[in-house]
């Protein structure tokens, strides 16, 4: 691959990085409003405790492996799952997915910094604090069982298990409130990045010249506005249940449960298309550039991002089907869920478009992108089978959803992100992951997550439900569940090799140069890492993709558009 | 702002390249995501019409409160004045206009507090006391907490402008501040119209 | 407002069998995949029982054909792609082709799709009616259904049975179906009773009452358990159900109505035993037909010799078991409501050797 310094005005003159006091460097990033900087805390942040959610998860696999098993007390294992989930979802998944889109929107857009930066700071640090306040829970409070007083009643925190009658102590409090301050921050985050796309695009990038991963988070920062507010409003209000005394979902004064599950899943639906819009645009980058060939679709995929989004409101109560809502209402979801495959199926086949006819190079971004694609096509897949109500009747709340979701969450998300940290860390650090401990990260975490995740739909099909400690032998789930665990081992292993190849390469990683993947978005023409203002000069853009434009004046993207 | 060199082939088009004002596209971002928060608050609200089990019910304790609609709605009217009026540099008259926004905010919660105290003290409606005080109480409280928010941020401008350091180029900030109090002030035409209205 | 007789064969006789084509092509890969594993697990999805288990059974057939099929030709494409168009070593020249796009390939893609969702919606709709919206017979057995944490509560209404943790059931032939309708609703917090061979499974709220029916055709023992958490011992709310002939149905039926075992003429310790029982919190918190315990947050004990097991299913219903049990209940299923009573030894073999009298 060639690369090109396509600007030749960058202003080099960096302060020099060595030899400052390192109390300095520090307080630097504490008072830092840089768009990157808080990028990367958010990414740190969020990968410690990908770290800490992988050890509560190795744990109940361990409980699990044998039926009756005394691992750990029931207390605890309630109490692993609650955070496991919590953690990765609201401490993992959004900070690492905000970090991402703070680093990188500005700068394909050719913008300076975000719209609000002090903004951008006071979001970081109310989502940092909030999950150490959930952890602290472990060890401070006043609760009543083992391991402190951490949150027992499950992700999702049904009503009325959480009634102050059924959760005394202030276990749910820790995970009520750590979550609300969790919501100020994305909605602080979202709000910035919508505010950022619509107003500081640099010259001439018409909406119809954004890069997709800027539609992606415009889109998903949109949908965070509608969804996680549903959220905080419930937990204003279950908190008003349980200190002054309101009767929300208080099922003994005429309150409903089921009102909280429909809170619970307006905000949780939506929530999950805000987790995976991200993968998508990290996928939409990366598999055009080790194809050499543009996206096929362009107009289609946004228009398939942006209808995913606004159906994403509409299917919630797919979590709710055997609540008894009623044959109507049973019926709507399930057409509704439907639906949104067929955009969503629409994503899958561009990808295969723009692979096909071009020169796959299978470098480490794109081996994870590629394995993306199976795996979010597997997930899609035992998506629609439970979106068939009837079946869901038998699915739901067993392990065959678990396993679902985390075919999603790690086989699609995560595996997206891998390859997105393979993809700009050369431009974050300006140095090259080692490719060799790539492909020992890949092989070693895919493996593990196939054994872990395949292999963890059947004990579902033989009805094994989730959220259960232990299980009774001659069910016929004991196999099963071993073999879950074995994948354990590589996916830590892999992840292993995943963080010690970020360190080596920070140290010892080939220098990158600007543009070492010979790309076309606008972050490709500044120096690898950027300057603190993004751009010496801001750019102007006349196609989707201006640094081909450059690079191929003779047949250059504004022609076709 | 920019200089348009380097990245450019030939750049055919010479229109002004302008983007909205990022006050306006934040706030307006902000507002939906209040109004998702507000709308929960109204569908449980609406949810639960009818079914307190005991207790008195709205169209019981309840009455329309007409004066402090009158004034919260007017409030709009005088902060658009406050905006316009600063916009062609008026800034006396803003300031005029800006401090009858707050006094009429003012007033709006204050005839709010005497409402909750007539509840409360004659009519033994609290939080507590059924569905339809949980959420009378939430709803309404929720509204009144962004009107406490909406005065002080006003207030401080006042005060600002009281001191002369509002001028003419700051109309767009104003103007993002207005479009909140506009915002609690449509909220307010919900919350009238589903709870004195439609539910009683 | 009954059924006739036909229009009940076809709504709670056959209603798997509506995709008979589905069955043909794919039941041979169900067979294959499930069959090693079927003759292990009582609680297999794909073994249905009962009616609602074999109408979901059908259609979950129809979407696994569906989707395996479109996984073969999705990922068999992209496979193929990645090895036909990998770059080789002549290609780092010059870029390929650049396409921006298609209409033709891109609405087809679009429209059969739909056509896809279209199928599958109007194939589950089908099932939700046959299984949720069909007006109860006259003949059925109605069971009320009480969740607790961490046990289930039945009540036969019509019968004048109260039973706690094993559900009784009778057959249901289909050629004149008797099917049990389950009245189902919460004490406490929210659980969801689910016996996989028999049905899909249905949550068990607080105020709110759902309804769910099954309709066995074999004799047997169904497992189950409480699918939806509850609490710190939602894994061991287990779920037994006995499905009789009817004539076994009616000695339990009539056996369950009597009064509790009042006479211990030759057994003296149980005697003593009901005497302690009685004059101890116990009788708070459980009932015992026709003396004084008539608290209703434990189960009914009336009949609990005639039980399998205790504690919901998880442990069996030995005297030894029995009398750890009584001792601390925590010690075996922590986080039981259930308080350890405090009881010496002496009292705790009384009561045991009472209980253990109650068929």
Known sequence: MSTTHVVDKIDETLTPQQGRPPLNVVYEWLRTVDHKKIGLMYIAYALVFLIIGGVEATLMRIQLAIPNNHFVSPQVFNQLFTMHGTTMVFFVGMPILFGFGNYLVPLMIGARDMAFPRLNAFSFWVSAFAGLLLYFSYVGGSGLYAAGSAPDVGWFAYAPLTAKVFSPGHSTDYWTLAIFLSGIGSIGTALNIVTTIICMRCKDMKLSRMPLLVWLYLVMSSLVFVAVSPLTAAQVMLTLDRYLGSHFFDTQAGGSAVLWMHFFWIFGHPEVYVLVLPAFAFVNEIVPVFSRKAIFGYPAMVAASVGIGFISLSVWAHHMFTVGMGAAANTFFVFATMVISVPTGIKIFNWLATIWGGHVIFRTPMIFCVAFLFQFLVAGLTGIMLSVAPFDWQLGNSYFVVAHFHYVLVGAILTALFGAFYYWYPKITGRMMSESLGKWHFWLFIIGFHLTFDFMHVPGLLGMPRRIYTYEAGRGWEGWNIIVGIGVVFQALGTLCFVYNLVHSYVKGKEAGHDPWDAWTLEWSTSSPPPDYNFAVLPTVNSRRPLWDLKHPEDPDSDYE | MSDTVGISIASTREAPWTLPYRGTVGMACLIVAESAIFVIFVVAYIFYLGKSLTGPTPAQVLELPIFGTVCLLSSSITVHLAVATLRKGMLRASTGWLASTVFLGLIFLITTVREWYHLIDDEGLTIQTNLFGTTYYSLVGLHATHVVFGLIMLSLLLGFSLFGLVREEHSEKVETLALYWHFVDAVWVVVFTVVYVLGR | ?359
Not at chain 3, 11 to 16: L, M, T
Not at chain 3, 113 to 130: A, D, G, N, Q, Y
Not at chain 3, 169 to 195: C, E, N, R
């Open chain 3, 1 to 359: 407002m009954s059924l006739s007789a036909k229009q009940k064969r076809t709504v709670y006789g056959a209603g798997g069998l509506s995709f008979d084509w589905a069955f043909r092509t794919i039941l041979c890969l169900a067979v294959l995949f499930v069959k090693p594993v079927d003759a292990q697990s009582p609680t297999n999805i794909f073994s249905p029982a009962a009616t609602p288990a074999h109408s979901i059974f059908g259609v979950a057939m129809l979407v696994l054909g569906v989707t395996l099929f479109i996984f073969l030709v999705v990922a068999g494409l992209l496979f193929y792609a990645l090895i036909r168009y990998r770059n080789r070593p002549g290609d780092s020249n010059r870029e390929p082709a650049q396409i921006y796009g298609s209409n033709q390939i891109e609405l087809s893609w679009t429209v059969i799709p739909i056509l896809i969702v279209v199928m599958l919606f109007l194939s589950t709709t089908r099932v939700i009616l046959e299984t949720q919206a069909i007006p109860k017979p006259d003949n059925a057995m109605n069971v009320t259904v009480i969740g607790h944490q961490f046990w289930w509560e039945y009540r036969y209404p019509q019968l004048g049975v109260v039973t706690a943790n094993e559900l009784h059931i009778p057959l249901s032939d289909p050629a004149h179906p008797t099917p049990t309708y389950l009245t189902m609703s919460s004490a406490d917090v929210s659980h969801s009773f689910w016996v996989p061979r028999l049905a899909g499974k249905m949550d068990v709220i607080p105020n709110k009452i759902n309804t769910m029916w099954i309709d066995p055709q074999h004799p047997g023992l169904y497992l189950g358990q409480c699918a939806q958490y509850c609490g710190t011992q939602h894994a061991k709310m287990l779920l037994r159900v006995y499905a009789q002939t009817p004539a076994d149905f009616a000695v339990w039926v009539n056996q369950q109505r009597q009064l509790a075992v009042r006479d211990f003429t030759g057994n003296v310790k149980a005697a003593e035993g009901q005497t302690v029982f009685m004059h101890n919190a116990c009788i708070n918190c459980h009932t015992v037909a026709g003396t004084v315990a008539n608290g209703r947050f434990g189960p009914d004990l009336t009949h609990m010799a005639s039980r399998d097991t205790i504690a919901s299913g998880a442990i069996q219903n030995t005297p030894e078991n029995l009398r750890a049990w009584i001792d601390n209940p925590n010690s075996m299923k922590p986080g039981s409501l259930m308080p350890a009573m405090h009881l010496n030894d002496q009292d705790l073999d009384l009561i045991t050797a009472y209980l253990t009298q109650l068929r």
